[in-house]
């Protein structure tokens, strides 16, 4: 049976500080950044030196108990550690999640005597072991989806690097290859911040998985070329009737596995679910710099840089979605009835 050579995880909590891969220096150098207070655990998420919707959860749960290190629960200071986290990515909804949850600690800690800020960092090891359990619980249910032989294709980074570890829709590549299902992957580059090209592409290498690097707008003629039997993406937000929220040319690939009868497949937490919204027209979609557009190797590669829209992710319909795949099993259409579970 096919291994996985190694499993890059990119968070962790040593010397009683939170450490992040700097995702901005892969795949040439893997460095760890110190983060030791709330301000810094929220610039490494607007900057994205972490990023993918798990992973911002759980860096956002452990900044939220490092800001109560040597500082006392006042109402405004509970109030800024949640400002100062949500006011750093929009869409991703497992940053609210992480906060909302770290919040609930703080009033059941007023019914305890322990040690505030050991209290926090208790549940913020908890988030992040839950998450890695959850991806692997995905893995383990997604085989029931996989034939023998298939080849899949999978955009931007769903992996170890974008969550606790192991990955979402990575996940699911990892668990089909150690079950011998699995046969070739292709990662779309992720055009235009390149996480399928410098994140999946690493990560996927490191493991051992066969793979191969593509353009994104090179996937419709592979598949018309009968070359791909499934995709799998991750989510950044899932709301009540399925919609999924996702790297931006996520919808353009459900579109083309729809024309070409090709399962689309989506994994995630159910941190990632959000049931106070009802569609997906209402989840706030992050507008990124216009430079990562116009310039290319820090070279300006458009003419009128103010000329750029440049929207972070998409949202896909759920009637285009073959399965959402949670930590609970396989949802299928209609999700608002199939999602109810995880509520
Ligand atoms: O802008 P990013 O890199 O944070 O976007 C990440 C994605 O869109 C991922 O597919 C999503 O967060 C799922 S990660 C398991």
């Not at 998420?45 to 939220?64: E, H, K, L, N, W």
């Not at 290859?177 to 410098?198: K, N, S």
Request: contains cysteine.
């Amino acid at each position: 049976m096919p291994s996985l050579k190694q499993i890059v995880e990119p968070i962790r909590f040593e010397s009683d500080q939170l450490q992040l891969i700097d995702q901005l220096k892969l795949p040439s150098d893997v460095n760890w950044v110190p983060i030791n207070t709330v301000e810094k655990g929220a610039d490494a998420i607007r900057d994205m030196v972490v990023r993918g919707a798990p992973a911002i959860g759980v860096t956002a749960a452990y900044s939220y108990a490092l800001a109560f290190k040597s500082e006392d629960p006042s109402d405004a200071r509970l109030k800024y550690v949640r400002d100062t986290l949500l006011n750093t990515r929009p869409t991703a909804v497992n940053l609210a999640w992480a906060i909302d949850r770290m919040e609930s600690k703080v009033t059941a800690y007023l019914k305890s005597d322990g040690m505030f800020y050991q209290y926090l960092l208790d549940e913020a090891k908890l988030i992040h072991e839950e998450d890695r359990q959850m991806n692997r619980k995905i893995g383990a249910h997604a085989l029931n989806l996989i034939e023998k032989g298939s080849r899949a294709l999978t955009h931007c980074n769903a992996g170890s690097l974008a969550t606790g570890g192991y990955g979402t829709a990575t996940g699911v590549l990892y668990s089909a290859w150690e079950a011998d299902l699995l046969e070739h992957v292709w990662v779309d580059e992720t055009r235009p911040f390149l996480q399928g090209a410098r994140l999946t592409a690493f990560e996927l290498d490191r493991a051992g998985l066969n793979y191969t690097l593509i353009c994104d707008n090179m996937a419709a003629s592979i598949m018309a070329r009968k070359e791909i039997d499934f995709v799998v993406v991750g989510s950044d937000r899932i709301v009540s009737n399925g919609d999924v929220a996702n790297k931006i040319g996520t919808y353009a690939l459900a579109v083309m596995c729809h024309f070409h009868g090709i399962p689309f497949y989506v994994a995630a937490p159910s941190s990632t679910l959000d049931f106070s919204l009802e569609n997906g027209s209402q989840i706030p979609i992050e507008e990124r710099r216009r430079t990562e557009l116009g310039e290319f190797n820090g070279r300006s590669i458009a003419i009128n840089q103010q000329k750029i829209f440049n929207p972070g992710f998409d949202v896909t319909p759920a009637n285009l979605v073959s399965a959402i795949i949670t930590e609970q099993g396989i949802h299928r259409f209609p999700y608002t009835k199939s999602l109810e579970s995880l509520k």
